[in-house]
């Protein structure tokens, strides 16, 4: 079946403008994960919902950014703004049991969202 | 959040088994241990995870020490296909501590 789908693959854009990266999670999955990944480095936790509530927003860095999954399936992250810094590759996870539910649950990611400002 | 310890990097021979360690002395009873791991230009991707006994699948098996202090995840026969950056995580099962925290993790270099 269809795994996590992100996009755009690549964004590219002027400091200042705003951007909105899209994820499409494995269909019927429950939980629905943004991270922030550098180079070299392991992913960064953003943001988290089950079904369309936004369970933890705390890793988001600042109030530019901003997450929503309105219906529960499609998300969308979005930068007001955008800086320099928040150059990095932004993946999306996705998996089929609710967040707080404990214990294991395997989370499913996509191919990311290369963003570079300018 | 308790934390973990792996080598920054790891050297292993083509079709010989691998054992990439990974220490978390802070862990408590809830914790369950996951592992994932990152191909070249790719997301990262589950490989195995658990909680008190040794666990197998198709991909790997971990081991887990009795103290829980530690634990091994052990490829039987490395492959080329095998090389990337595998990262030991602690997740714990109570309440709402959903997040996997990551660290560096250890980069598997095969050697054809």
């Known amino acids: 079946g269809a795994g996590v789908s992100q996009s755009p693959r690549y964004k590219v854009t002027k400091r200042g403008q705003d951007v909105a990266l899209r994820c499409d999670p494995i269909s019927g999955h429950v939980s629905l994960y943004w991270y922030r990944q550098a180079l070299g480095q392991g992913p960064e936790f953003l943001t988290y919902?089950?079904?369309?509530?936004?369970?933890?927003k705390s890793g988001l860095p600042n109030d530019r950014f901003s997450a929503e999954r309105p219906e529960g399936s499609i998300s969308t992250l979005t930068i007001q703004r955008t800086e320099q810094r928040d150059s990095a590759m932004y993946r999306c996870?996705?998996?089929?049991?609710?967040?707080?539910?404990?214990?294991?649950?395997?989370?499913?990611f996509g191919p990311g969202t290369r963003l570079t400002v300018l | 959040d308790a934390k973990t310890t792996q080598p920054n990097s790891m050297e292993s021979n083509e079709e010989e088994p691998v054992h990439l360690p990974c220490n978390h002395s802070?862990?408590?009873?809830?914790?369950?241990i996951h592992w994932y791991r990152q191909l070249p230009s790719q997301g990262p991707e589950y490989v195995i995870h658990?909680?008190?006994?040794?666990v197998n699948n198709r991909m790997a098996s971990l081991a887990i020490a009795e103290d829980r202090k530690s634990s091994t995840l052990i490829l039987h026969r490395a492959t080329l296909r095998d090389a990337a950056v595998y990262y030991c995580i602690l997740r714990d099962t109570m309440d709402s501590n959903y997040q996997l925290i990551w660290g560096a993790g250890t980069k598997l270099i095969i050697k054809p």
């Open positions: 658990g909680l008190t006994s040794n």
């Open positions: 996870a996705s998996s089929p049991r609710p967040g707080t539910s404990g214990g294991a649950g395997e989370q499913f």
């Open positions: 802070t862990i408590s009873g809830t914790d369950y």
């Open positions: 919902f089950n079904y369309e509530a936004q369970q933890d």
